[in-house]
C-alpha cells in the first residue's frame, strides 16, 4: 500500500530539510502545500521530490476583515488530492523518529488492516531541549487511511475528524473510535526554537484566537467588551494551569518560560479582541 506525506509551509527553510530527511524514503507522495514562500523552502521540497500545490496568500497574518485559507483548509485541499492509500499529516518543524517511520513502514506494507487511524505521541522541545510537563505531552491521530478522514477547518489547532461514513462498506464492531490506535514512535516537535520565534509564533496565535472569537459570534448579535476577568485574569491563569497544575516547573526554566509564553497569549488574545471592538 502507498503513503501520502501532506505538509504546508509558508517561509520554512529553517526547519524543512529536517522534517524531509525524517521522511526520505518513507512516502510515495509528498505534497507540499506553500504559501508564497521567498526564503528557498520551495526549492528544498523540489530538491527532496515532492509536489509544490500553490496555496495563495495564505502565509498572510490574520489582520481585520481578512478572509484567508486557514491552516485545516488548506491541509484538508491537500488530503483531497492525496492519492496515497494511507495519509500523514506533518508539519515542517516535525521530524519522524526511526522508530515511528518503521512503525509507519509496516502498517503501510500491509494490505488488510482494519485499524482506520494512528494517534502518534508529541515530544516537544523548547530551545532545542525536550520538556515533558505543562500540558506538552499529548498524541494526535496523524495516519489514517485515504477517505476515511477530513481536516477540521479551524484556523488554530485543527484535528484529524474520522469520518467512517465515507466509506460505506466499512464494517464496524461497535460505534465510536474503536478504529484508532496508538503507536509508540514519536513526531519530535519543534516549534518553540528561539525566543524571538516564540513572541512571533504566540503573538499571531492571539490574533488568530482573537478573530476566531469574533467570527463565532452570530451576525446582528450585540457583541459584549471583554470585562476585567478576561483581561486581567485570564494570562495569570493560564500560566499557572500550565507551569503549577500541569507541572511545567518540572521542565525547569524552560517550562517557565514556555507558562509565560502561554499566559501572554491567553491574555494579549482578549486585548486584542477589546481593540477590534
Known amino acids: ?19 524531509l ?53 488548506r491541509k484538508q485541499e491537500l488530503v483531497e488530492k492525496a492519492k496515497g492509500d494511507w495519509i500523514l499529516v506533518l508539519d515542517a518543524d516535525e521530524r519522524v523518529s526511526p522508530k515511528l517511520a518503521q512503525e509507519i513502514r509496516r502498517i503501510t506494507n500491509h494490505h488488510k488492516i482494519m485499524t482506520v487511524a494512528y ?3 508529541y515530544q516537544n522541545y523548547v530551545f532545542g531541549k525536550p520538556v515533558y510537563w505543562g500540558g506538552e505531552k499529548y498524541a494526535k491521530v496523524r495516519l489514517f487511511q485515504n477517505g476515511y478522514a477530513k481536516i477540521s477547518p479551524e484556523a488554530l489547532h485543527e484535528d484529524v475528524i474520522i469520518d467512517f461514513l465515507q466509506k ?31 513572541f512571533t509564533k504566540f503573538t499571531r496565535y492571539a490574533w488568530t484566537a482573537a478573530e476566531m472569537l469574533i467570527q463565532k459570534q452570530k451576525p446582528g448579535f450585540r457583541r459584549s467588551k471583554p470585562g476585567f476577568d478576561t483581561l486581567f485574569l485570564y494570562g ?42
Open 119 to 121: 494517534r502518534i505521541p
Open 1 to 19: 500500500m502507498t503513503l501520502t506525506i501532506v505538509m504546508i509551509t509558508f517561509n520554512s527553510a529553517d526547519v524543512m530539510e529536517g522534517a
Open 236 to 277: 495569570p491563569h493560564m500560566f499557572v494551569a500550565r507551569f503549577v497544575k500541569e507541572k511545567g516547573y518540572k521542565d525547569g526554566w524552560r517550562g517557565l518560560v514556555l507558562a509565560l509564553a502561554f499566559g501572554y497569549m491567553e491574555g494579549l488574545t482578549y486585548w486584542l479582541l477589546l481593540i477590534r471592538k
Open 21 to 73: 530527511k525524517s521522511v526520505e524514503g518513507l512516502w510515495d507522495e509528498l505534497l507540499v502545500g506553500d504559501a508564497g514562500s521567498t526564503d528557498g523552502t520551495v526549492e528544498l521540497v523540489e530538491k527532496y521530490g515532492g509536489k509544490i500545490i500553490e496555496q495563495k496568500n495564505a502565509g498572510s497574518r490574520v489582520k481585520p476583515g481578512m478572509t484567508i485559507p486557514t491552516l485545516g483548509e
Open 168 to 198: 460505506p462498506g466499512f464494517r464496524r464492531s461497535k460505534p465510536g473510535f474503536e478504529h484508532i490506535s496508538d503507536l509508540r514512535g514519536v513526531i519530535h516537535h519543534h516549534s518553540y526554537r528561539t525566543p524571538r520565534q516564540l
